[in-house]
C-alpha cells in the first residue's frame, strides 16, 4: 500500500466519524425535545388547573353528605319513647349497673312494657334466642346491603327464626330481661351491623341522627 492509499484511507474513516457522531448528536437532541414537550403536556386525561380538585378555592360551598341509601325506623312503634343511651363507638361510658367504662354500640331506648318493638326495616329473622342474664330475650333480623338489625332486652316475642318481616312489623314488646345495664324504666336494646361490622345505628335512623 502506498502513502497517497493509506492517507486517502484515514481521511475516510475520519469523515465517516464525524457524521457518525453528527448524527448520534442530533438523536440526543431529538429525544430531549421531545421529552420537554411530554413534560409539559399532561395529555387528554389529565386537564390542567381542573376545578374539582383546586384545594385554592376558598368559596366554594362544602358538598352535603351523601344520604344512606336505606332509611331504618325508630324500633318502638307510637311516640312515647326516649333515648336513655346514644350509641359511641369512640368514646367509653360508665356502666353503672355493671360499675365500668365501656364501649357503648347500641342504642338503649326507654318506654312502657309492653310497647310493640317493630323491624326498623324489611329482612328475615335470622336468631331469637333467651336466657342470657346479660342481653335479655334478642331478635335478630338480617336485611339486603349487608345490614343486620339486633333487638334485646324484649318480652313476648312474636316471630320465630325464619319468618320473614317488613318495616314497622311488630317483632316483640319492651321488656326488662337485659342485666348488662338497669335503668329507671323499661328498655329496648338496639344495635345495627353493617357488612359484620358493629356501627353506629343513627347512620341509618334519622330520629337517632337528629337527637344527638
Not at 18 to 39: D, K, N, P, Q, Y
Not at 74 to 94: M, T
Not at 145 to 152: A, D, E, F, R, S
Not at 193 to 211: C, H, K, L, M, R
Amino acid at each position: 500500500m502506498n502513502i497517497r492509499t493509506a492517507t486517502q484511507m484515514e481521511k475516510a474513516r475520519k469523515k465517516a466519524f464525524a457524521v457518525s457522531s453528527f448524527l448520534i448528536i442530533m438523536m440526543l437532541g431529538i429525544s430531549a425535545t421531545f421529552m420537554a414537550i411530554s413534560l409539559n403536556n399532561p395529555g387528554p386525561g389529565i386537564p390542567i388547573n381542573n376545578p374539582i380538585v383546586d384545594d385554592n378555592n376558598e368559596n366554594e360551598e362544602p358538598s352535603e353528605n351523601i344520604p344512606k341509601p336505606v332509611a331504618f325506623s325508630v324500633p318502638v312503634s307510637g311516640s312515647e319513647w326516649k333515648v336513655l343511651k346514644e350509641a359511641n363507638l369512640e368514646q367509653l361510658q360508665r356502666n353503672a349497673t355493671l360499675k365500668r367504662w365501656e364501649l357503648h354500640p347500641s342504642y338503649d331506648i326507654g318506654a312502657t312494657v309492653g310497647t310493640n318493638v317493630v323491624a326498623a326495616y324489611n329482612g328475615r329473622v335470622v336468631q331469637v334466642s333467651t336466657g342470657n342474664i346479660f342481653t335479655g330475650t334478642q331478635v335478630t333480623i338480617e336485611h339486603d346491603n349487608g345490614l343486620k338489625t339486633v333487638y334485646g332486652s324484649l318480652d313476648n316475642v312474636a316471630v320465630a327464626e325464619g319468618d320473614v318481616v317488613t318495616k314497622g312489623q311488630k317483632i316483640a314488646e319492651v321488656g326488662d330481661t337485659a342485666g348488662q345495664e338497669k335503668y329507671d324504666t323499661p328498655y329496648m336494646r338496639f344495635e345495627t351491623y353493617e357488612n359484620g361490622v358493629q356501627i353506629d345505628p343513627s347512620e341509618y335512623v334519622a330520629e337517632f341522627a337528629t337527637s344527638k
